[in-house]
């Protein structure tokens, strides 16, 4: 006999009692009935009627044109309401990111590279749910530091590198195989 999977059971349960409910409430009318011998509810108080006039002068009152706000309601209303305030640009200020770092020389990438590549050398990568380098026969995640370096990205034939305490990365590519030697 198959078995019928959790989700299907709970959902079917989910449905059989949305019917019960539903089946319960149609042949209930919809709700209570009043118990035989009581009275009924007293009929609601009829809505009070809208004065159209009154209705008319605060909506002239509102819009007229000399129409003078009350002192509290006039200083929030001098200043421009697309201009920023002084309080709003302060937190802008403070919030604003720093400006962008001087671009590294490309003298001092190199020198990372070539410094890096002459004491290490990248064998391989391992893509999958934890990306790993293979450097120097020892496997590398990434923010592993190796001889002054930290990994920040591994991907499929390259990995790149930063040296600690400073913003100048390198990237350091996986040669293709060559002839066996």
Not at 36 to 47: E, F, I, T
Not at 78 to 89: H, I
Not at 99 to 105: I, M, N, Q, V
């Amino acid at each position: 006999m198959t078995r019928i999977p959790t989700r299907h059971r709970v959902l079917g349960a989910a449905l059989l009692l949305a019917g019960a409910v539903w089946a319960f409430d149609a042949f209930t009318r919809g709700g209570p009935t009043p118990a035989r011998g009581a009275q009924a509810a007293p009929p609601a108080a009829p809505a009070p009627e809208i004065d159209g006039k009154q209705v008319s002068d605060l909506v002239a009152q509102l819009t007229r044109g000399d129409y003078e706000p009350v002192a509290d309601e006039a200083i929030g209303l001098q200043r421009d309401l697309f201009v920023p305030s002084a309080t709003v640009l302060g937190a802008l200020a403070a919030a604003a990111p720093a400006p962008a770092p001087e671009p590294e020389p490309v003298e001092a990438r190199v020198s990372v590279e070539e410094g890096f590549r002459t004491r290490h050398k990248l064998l391989g990568v391992v893509i999958g749910q934890v990306r790993l380098a293979v450097i120097d026969n020892h496997l590398w995640p990434v923010g592993a530091e190796l001889d002054g370096c930290r990994i920040i990205d591994i991907q499929r034939d390259y990995i790149v590198l930063q040296q600690v305490g400073t913003d100048i990365r390198a990237t350091l590519r996986l040669e293709p195989p060559g002839p066996a030697r």
